[in-house]
């Protein structure tokens, strides 16, 4: 099982494609990582990336929103509610759409560089 040359884990993660081969899928569900590979059987149960997506979704997604809704504020002054009705569905939608690519970047990044944690058997 070892990583073909070809694979770039970093796109396959995101994709939520497996990150050893590329081809079999890395979620069961929106955010349950699979098993293990319906392709190669890597095992991809024990893939743990804790709260790091979601510690960089809310980074990012903040940023853009916060940014986004102070430079609207400066710019054009609108009602409170433009910001209701612009931002919240906004900054919901982003979160939902990014959490899932994080989360198969932060697995691939921990596969890729052996990182012990990604293994719940195994260190600490
Ligand atoms: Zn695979």
Redesign the pocket.
């Known amino acids: 099982m070892t990583q073909a040359a070809t694979v770039n884990p970093f796109l396959a993660g995101m994709l939520g494609?497996?990150?050893?081969?590329?081809?079999?899928s890395l979620f069961a569900g929106f955010l349950a990582p699979t098993a293990q590979?319906?392709?190669?059987?890597?095992a991809l149960a024990a893939a743990d990336s804790g709260d790091g997506p979601a510690v960089f979704v809310i980074m990012i997604v903040g940023f853009l929103i916060v940014f986004g809704a102070l430079f609207t504020e400066v710019a054009y002054h609108p009602p409170v509610w433009v910001h209701l009705v612009v931002w919240l569905p906004l900054g919901a939608a982003l979160c939902l759409g990014l959490l899932r690519p994080m989360k198969g970047l932060m697995i691939a990044a921990q596969i890729r560089n052996k990182a012990a944690q990604h293994r719940r058997d195994e260190g600490a």
Do not use: D, F, I, V
């Not at 494609?17 to 079999?24: A, E, L, S």
């Open positions: 494609r497996c990150p050893n081969c590329g081809r079999g590979c319906a392709s190669c059987a890597y």
